[in-house]
């Protein structure tokens, strides 16, 4: 059974007592599509494209917010086991270098070493939200004509012409 809805029928003369009619939700080939659910369905495509908008500026104002706040805030602010566990790698570190300066170690206690060093600079790297080597994104020198500092323009990154032909930023 379709999903209906009572609606009184609007008649221009005042009758007694309202007349109930049903009306499906759902037009289909069984139902006449007529200018009252067509004025219906309407209002109801309407709000929903409202409630839509509304939802898709709130979201965006919420987004809005959220970059806000993640400039304004600090990008980390430590907790108790970040800052144990930073302090632990630390010491780890200072503990393999002082071993590793020993005259009487073989190649292959060396290369244990060096390797837990190197698993232990990583995990202080991350524990201290420093960047992987190369991964820090520096951003482009611009040059800006003094209309368009006037005007309020954004400024256009500057190319420089390398040896091999190829365009690059300064």
């Known amino acids: 059974m379709a999903d209906t809805v009572i609606d009184p029928v ?9 007349v109930q009619v049903q009306i ?12 009252e659910m067509s004025r ?23 987004q809005a917010a959220l970059a806000e706040a993640a400039k304004a805030a600090p990008v980390h602010v430590p907790d108790k086991y970040v800052s ?8 780890e570190l200072d503990r ?12 292959a206690e060396i290369d244990k070493i060096a390797s837990a060093i190197s698993k232990f600079s990583e995990i202080e790297r ?7 080597a190369g ?6 020198k611009t040059t800006q004509s003094r209309a368009a500092w006037l005007l ?11 040896g091999s032909g190829r365009a690059e930023q300064e």
Do not use: C, W
């Open 10 to 18: 609007p008649t221009p003369v005042q009758t007694p007592a309202p």
């Open 24 to 35: 499906p939700i759902r037009a289909d080939h069984k139902t006449r599509f007529t200018p």
């Open 40 to 62: 219906r369905l309407q209002a109801k495509a309407q709000a929903a494209r409202i409630a839509k908008r509304a939802s898709r500026l709130a979201e965006q104002a919420e």
């Open 84 to 91: 144990t566990s930073l302090a632990r790698a630390r010491q």
């Open 96 to 107: 393999l270098y002082h071993k590793l300066q020993d005259p009487e170690l073989s190649p």
């Open 126 to 132: 991350n524990l201290a939200m420093r960047p992987a």
């Open 135 to 140: 991964t820090a994104k520096i951003e482009p």
């Open 152 to 162: 309020g323009a954004d400024p256009i990154p500057t190319q420089t012409q390398s």
